[in-house]
């Protein structure tokens, strides 16, 4: 579980009268909720592949930890119309990286070593998924983060994960 829960997200804030319809009400007509949390805005990436997952919006902490987030769309489901589990492990593993550049104000740069999933429920078209990040331990060379993944209240995804810090190019 995260080590750092002091900063929430109010998934509920800014809905409208769509959100609150079933998601069987959705499929029948075709309505996608595309209201997303206050507070996140869109992120902007060079990362081509990330840019192909999204669109995805982030929300930034006092601490500097960042939630990433994404409404799921037709393309980020698999053949049971659910979430695709590549979807989350990117939405992770791109919340864990961002979380790192902004620790270190974008001095250092970062790459995923390892990382260790488990999935816990799943999630539905038209549901605002987000990641949050807590650092677990960090080191001049090693850094070790959590992530989790929910759908409002419901945990969908945990992660844990080894980050090396490259070192900077004169």
């Known amino acids: 579980m995260l080590m750092n829960n002091s900063s929430t997200i109010d998934t509920e804030a800014d809905t ?5 319809s079933t998601l069987a009400e959705q499929a029948q007509t075709s309505q996608v909720p595309t209201t997303i949390p206050y ?38 489901l698999n053949q049971l119309d659910l979430a695709h589990g590549g979807i989350l492990m990117t939405l992770a593993d ?15 740069s970062y790459v ?41 209240n419901k945990l969908l995804f945990h992660a844990s994960a080894t980050f090396a810090v490259l070192e900077k190019k004169a």
């Open 16 to 20: 409208d009268s769509n959100q609150n």
């Open 94 to 108: 791109n919340a864990m990286g961002r979380t790192l550049s902004f620790q270190s104000e974008w001095q250092s």
């Open 112 to 152: 995923t070593l390892s990382m260790n999933s488990q999935f816990m429920q799943s999630a539905q078209l038209g549901e605002f998924i987000y990641a949050k990040v807590s650092v677990t331990r960090k080191g001049r060379r090693l850094v070790f983060l959590e992530s989790e993944i929910k759908s409002a």
């Open 39 to 76: 507070g996140f805005t869109p992120f902007d990436t060079k990362s081509r592949f990330v840019q192909l997952c999204g669109p995805m919006y982030e929300k930034v902490f006092d601490d500097n930890t960042v939630a990433l987030g994404l409404l799921l769309e037709e393309q980020h």
